[in-house]
């Protein structure tokens, strides 16, 4: 009696550990990121690029990323989050250790296709939250993982900024970015994957099991598929998963995992699912569109410096970061009811796009991106964990790359949309993003009465 009461106070300890190792995890991820990120223009126009080449080449790791992000996150449910991180960890480290070898711009390009094919650590350590923990908890979690990840893409560039200034500072810069996942790699190797993280996916695929009657069209796709195919079961230990593909042969092992993947994204596709992910694609694009021309539009409106710009800049991203330890407390506050805290988020951020666009001085511009901070950063937050309630935590993978697929989306339109409205005025992008943004509110307002409705359904089924 005693071994067990010291096992049930130790697991908690142990999970709390796990979740603080991911945390640490994003943050040198994007850390890392981020020192290489402002360098890689300036780099492809030392090699001799031409502007559109160099526009070329830079879309090709978006372009990747589009295709293989929903890819890969299915293919995290069906191996487990151990393989597919290791995996993706190790081969981005080879494509950054590739590009601190880029002396010519197909060597560049030969470089960028390992990471933008399998660049989606930070995808995976969020579905692997997701298992860990509870849907209570969840926002909480995905809310401190957001900040510690922003505030390494915050550091990271005044790191590689010092690099650059030394003689082969890109290179220097790029070959530390490659031993930073590389040591992401082996701190997630180190992780007790056969005990707790076990333990707790299989508690989350119980309690999914009890409420799938009460789910939606992804969900249960996804446990018709798993009758048909146990094969390609949703949830599973990584004890389980290393049976399953143990007794195979290689080629076979590919094959099933293809399949499975397959049967995925095809469930996907004819799920329910369109309105989260047209919410999500038009509020990124409107996000986007808000810094599209930003310091460009400072200057031209309000005659400010570049250098001027860059603090705000940075003020900005320091509260973005920051904000996401209120997201815990927002949703208690809302009582976890996340389309009614979308719907005011997404609400808010269109008012500050639209004071923004309509400033009339900097200060209010100042006073609308300290909330327009605070407000992305809940929206993002809710967002994903909405995709989680309605998809299902059997697939947190291939939902949370599905996401990642429509940001990319977003990610290829808005320079373009960008481009046509700065034909028309500095504040033509922030406008648009307003219009797209109210889109999203309108459609927020007639979808939220019915994901409240399978809420509480949901909950009632709970209780029975």
């Known amino acids: 009696m005693n071994n067990s009461k010291c096992d049930i106070t130790y697991k908690p300890r142990r999970q709390a550990r796990i979740i603080q190792c991911i945390y640490v995890v994003g943050f040198m991820d994007l850390f890392g990121v981020s020192m290489i990120i402002p360098l890689l223009s300036h780099h492809v126009k030392s090699l001799g690029a031409s502007p559109t080449v160099a526009g070329i080449v830079g879309s090709t790791y978006g372009v990747l990323q589009l295709f293989s992000s929903t890819v890969v996150g299915g293919w995290s449910d069906v191996v487990g989050r151990r393989y597919s991180l290791l995996t993706c960890l190790l081969l981005s480290a080879f494509g950054y250790g590739l590009l601190g070898l880029s002396s010519s711009i197909a060597l560049f390009v030969l470089a960028r296709i390992p990471v933008g094919l399998f660049k989606h650590s930070l995808s995976i350590c969020r579905a692997l939250l997701s298992d860990l923990v509870s849907e209570k908890e969840r926002p909480l979690v995905m809310g401190h993982f957001n900040a510690a990840s922003s505030v390494g893409f915050i550091l990271g560039p005044v790191v590689g900024g010092y690099l650059t200034e030394h003689e082969g500072g890109f290179y220097l810069s790029s070959f530390v970015c490659a031993a930073i996942f590389l040591l992401n790699a082996g701190l997630v190797w180190m992780l007790p994957w056969n005990e707790t993280l076990n333990h707790h996916t299989d508690t989350n695929a119980n309690s999914n099991s009890k409420t799938?009657?009460?789910?939606?069209?992804?969900?249960?796709?996804?446990?018709?598929?798993?009758?048909?195919?146990?094969?390609?079961?949703?949830?599973?230990?990584?004890?389980?998963?290393?049976?399953?593909?143990?007794?195979?042969?290689?080629?076979?092992?590919?094959?099933?995992?293809?399949t499975s993947v397959w049967m995925r994204i095809c469930t996907l596709g004819s799920s329910d699912l369109w309105d989260v992910f047209l919410v999500r694609l038009l509020m990124g694009l409107s996000i986007m569109l808000y810094y599209?021309?930003?310091?460009?539009?400072?200057?031209?409106?309000?005659?400010?410096?570049?250098k001027v710009t860059g603090y705000l800049i940075s003020y900005s991203s320091t509260l973005g970061a920051l904000s996401g330890f209120l997201v815990g407390?927002?949703?208690?506050?809302?009582?976890?009811?996340?389309?009614?805290?979308?719907?005011?988020?997404?609400?808010?951020?269109?008012?500050?796009?639209?004071?923004?666009?309509?400033?009339?001085?900097?200060w209010q511009v100042l006073l609308t991106s300290t909330f327009f901070a605070i407000s992305t950063s809940i929206g993002?937050?809710?967002?994903?964990?909405?995709?989680?309630?309605?998809?299902?935590?059997?697939a947190s993978g291939t939902l949370i790359g599905a996401g990642q697929s429509v940001t990319a989306v977003g990610r290829v339109l808005a320079p373009l949309l960008s481009g046509l409205a700065q034909e028309f005025s500095p504040c033509g992008p922030p406008s648009v993003g307003v219009v797209l943004a109210l889109v999203a509110v309108g459609l927020l307002l007639v979808r939220t009465p019915e994901w409240n409705s399978k809420t509480k359904v949901k909950e009632k089924s709970h209780k029975q």
């Open 380 to 394: 993002r937050t809710c967002i994903t964990d909405l995709e989680l309630q309605h998809g299902g935590v059997q």
């Open 292 to 306: 599209s021309n930003f310091s460009l539009a400072m200057e031209e409106r309000f005659q400010l410096k570049p």
């Open 329 to 362: 407390p927002v949703t208690h506050l809302y009582g976890n009811n996340m389309p009614a805290l979308l719907l005011h988020s997404t609400m808010l951020t269109s008012t500050l796009i639209f004071l923004y666009a309509t400033a009339p001085n900097v």
């Open 212 to 258: 799938s009657k009460s789910s939606n069209g992804f969900k249960n796709c996804l446990d018709k598929k798993h009758i048909e195919h146990h094969n390609a079961s949703p949830v599973c230990s990584q004890a389980d998963r290393d049976w399953k593909w143990r007794d195979t042969s290689p080629f076979q092992q590919v094959w099933r995992q293809l």
